[in-house]
C-alpha cells in the first residue's frame, strides 16, 4: 500500500493530452510545495521531470508540467508522442518523521 | 556531471545482511548542497524510499525500515553505503543510488543493482 494514490493506468493518443493524479493528505502533498514526478521506462532507473509541484529540470520538453490542488497532485503531459509511454511516479516530503512518500506509479499507454 | 555508481553482491541469503556501495564521480560528496539516498523498487512494483545521509553524517531513514538500515558515508573514497540486516525474500530489489537535490527531489539516479535473497 504505497502512501501516494495514483492511477495504476492511464492512456492517450499521439498528440492528445493525458493527466496523470497523485492524491495524498494535508500531512505530505497538502502540507508542502515538494511534490516530484518521475519517468520510468522498463529496464532504466527513474528520470526527474517534475520538482517542486510544477518546476521542470533542464532537458525536459514543456510538454510535461505540474500543479497542485489541495492533496492532489497531477502530471499532465501534453501531446503525446510514443517516447512518453513509460511508467510515472509522484514523490512528496511528508515531514521530518515520515520524510518521503512515493505514490504507486502510472503505466501511461500510448495508443 | 555527476554520475552514481552501486556495487555489491547480487545474491544474499535469508537472515544475513545486505551490503552495498555507491560510488559517486563527477561531483564531491562532501560539496554540502545534496542528500545521498538509496530508494529500491521490488520486481514489477512501485519505488520505496530507504533513507539518506547528508555529507556530516546526518542520517533520515523510512520508519517501516529504521531498525534494519544504516546508511554510512566515506568522505575520503567519495562513497556512501547501504546495510540491510535480517533481509528475507521481501527484500528482493532492485536498489537504486540516488542524490537529492536542494530542490528537495531525487534528480540523479545510478543505474541501479538487483539483489536477490534467496538460499
Known amino acids: 500500500q504505497s502512501a501516494l494514490t495514483q492511477p495504476p493506468s492511464a492512456s492517450g493518443s499521439p498528440g492528445q493530452s493525458v493527466t496523470i493524479s497523485c492524491t495524498g493528505t494535508?500531512?505530505?502533498?497538502?502540507?508542502?510545495?515538494?511534490v516530484s514526478w518521475y519517468q520510468q521506462h522498463p529496464g532504466k532507473a527513474p528520470k526527474l521531470m517534475i520538482y517542486e509541484v510544477s518546476k521542470r529540470p533542464s532537458g525536459v520538453p514543456d510538454r510535461f508540467s505540474g500543479s497542485k490542488s489541495g492533496n492532489t497532485a497531477s502530471l499532465t503531459v501534453s501531446g503525446l508522442q510514443a517516447e512518453d509511454e513509460a511508467d510515472y511516479y509522484c514523490s512528496s516530503y511528508a515531514g521530518s518523521n515520515i520524510h518521503v512518500v512515493f505514490g504507486g506509479g502510472t503505466k501511461l499507454t500510448v495508443l | 556531471q555527476v554520475q552514481l555508481q552501486e556495487s555489491g553482491p547480487g545474491l544474499v541469503k535469508p537472515s544475513q545482511t545486505l551490503s552495498l556501495t555507491c560510488t559517486v564521480s563527477g561531483g564531491s560528496i562532501s560539496s554540502g548542497d545534496y542528500y545521498w539516498s538509496w530508494i529500491r523498487q521490488p520486481p514489477g512494483k512501485g519505488l520505496e524510499w530507504i533513507g539518506y545521509?547528508?555529507?556530516?553524517?546526518?542520517?533520515y531513514y523510512n520508519p517501516s525500515l529504521k531498525s534494519r538500515v544504516t546508511i554510512s558515508v566515506d568522505t575520503s573514497k567519495n562513497q556512501f553505503s547501504l546495510k540491510l540486516s535480517s533481509v528475507t525474500a521481501a527484500d528482493t530489489a532492485v536498489y537504486y543510488c540516488?542524490?537529492?537535490?536542494?530542490?528537495?527531489?531525487?534528480?540523479?539516479w545510478g543505474q541501479g543493482t538487483m539483489v536477490t535473497v534467496s538460499s
Open positions: 540516488v542524490q537529492l537535490g536542494v530542490v528537495g527531489a531525487f534528480d540523479i
Open positions: 545521509i547528508y555529507y556530516s553524517g546526518s542520517t
Open positions: 494535508s500531512s505530505d502533498v497538502g502540507g508542502y510545495n515538494y
